[in-house]
């Protein structure tokens, strides 16, 4: 009998770390796997949700990516512009569960409530002033913790939590993100609510808001601009 409920447990111990293992990106098992676009090539392997390139093939090019020290164009709505180095433009990311984005932000931009379903951020202020926050799960009772970081200051970003920053300052603002994933995604609040294609049914919003049906009618007309 002991030993069927040591069998158990095991069992149950060993489901629990393959369970949090899956729950980011897995190690790699070689060196590198460089993706490759060309999905009908003979030398491809499917690993982690891109074909391999040939390690033979692979060179320095691969693994380099240029211009994130040129400030990016600001002038749409949201007053930022987030430019993102993941796996689908630094192929050398694929398997090494990394990636990187620069957020240029206006005065008064910002990068909108959104959240990255598979990737924890780590957010370092480059230039100007920040006010950056993120709201807990429902379970720990929506709690928002929020801080005002200026050039030097880092602050983290949980795994799926929603956050935001904003441009406080009066100038130009440049922050540099790293993410615990070679495709974190994102998922902006607003646009994903109010911007779905095809669009959700206003009566389950309108019921979910507590607003009048017209407030989501109109909301759902607005072009939601995607920053990312």
């Given at each position: 009998?002991?030993?069927?409920?040591?069998?158990?447990?095991?069992?149950?111990?060993?489901?629990?770390?393959?369970?949090?293992?899956?729950?980011?990106?897995?190690?790699?098992?070689?060196?590198?796997?460089?993706?490759?676009?060309?999905?009908?090539?003979?030398?491809?392997?499917?690993?982690?949700?891109?074909?391999?390139?040939?390690?033979?093939?692979?060179?320095?090019?691969?693994?380099?990516?240029?211009?994130?020290?040129?400030?990016?164009?600001?002038?749409?709505?949201?007053?930022?512009?987030?430019?993102?180095?993941?796996?689908?433009?630094?192929?050398?990311?694929?398997?090494?569960?990394?990636?990187?984005?620069?957020?240029?932000?206006?005065?008064?931009?910002?990068?909108?409530?959104?959240?990255?379903?598979?990737?924890?951020?780590?957010?370092?202020?480059?230039?100007?002033?920040?006010?950056?926050?993120?709201?807990?799960?429902?379970?720990?009772?929506?709690?928002?913790?929020?801080?005002?970081?200026?050039?030097?200051?880092?602050?983290?970003?949980?795994?799926?939590?929603?956050?935001?920053?904003?441009?406080?300052?009066?100038?130009?603002?440049?922050?540099?993100?790293?993410l615990s994933s070679q495709n974190p995604g994102v998922i902006t609040i607003a646009k994903a609510v109010?911007?779905?294609?095809?669009?959700?049914?206003?009566?389950?919003?309108?019921?979910?808001?507590?607003?009048?049906?017209?407030?989501?009618?109109?909301?759902?007309?607005?072009?939601?601009?995607?920053?990312?």
């Amino acid at each position: 009998m002991k030993g069927v409920y040591f069998l158990i447990s095991t069992l149950a111990i060993l489901a629990s770390a393959t369970f949090l293992v899956s729950a980011s990106d897995p190690s790699p098992l070689q060196d590198f796997c460089v993706a490759l676009n060309d999905t009908k090539s003979a030398e491809a392997v499917f690993v982690n949700g891109k074909f391999c390139k040939d390690p033979k093939l692979v060179n320095a090019n691969d693994f380099f990516f240029s211009g994130l020290q040129n400030p990016r164009n600001t002038q749409n709505p949201l007053g930022s512009n987030v430019t993102a180095v993941n796996v689908d433009n630094l192929l050398g990311l694929n398997t090494l569960g990394i990636s990187l984005a620069r957020i240029d932000f206006a005065p008064n931009g910002l990068n909108p409530p959104h959240t990255h379903p598979r990737a924890t951020e780590i957010l370092v202020v480059l230039e100007g002033t920040l006010y950056v926050g993120f709201v807990t799960s429902n379970g720990d009772g929506n709690r928002l913790f929020t801080k005002v970081l200026n050039k030097g200051d880092v602050f983290v970003f949980p795994i799926g939590l929603i956050h935001f920053q904003l441009n406080v300052g009066q100038v130009n603002a440049v922050a540099f993100a790293g993410l615990s994933s070679q495709n974190p995604g994102v998922i902006t609040i607003a646009k994903a609510v109010f911007g779905s294609q095809p669009p959700i049914n206003p009566d389950v919003l309108a019921k979910a808001f507590q607003v009048d049906d017209n407030v989501v009618d109109n909301l759902q007309k607005q072009f939601w601009y995607d920053n990312n």
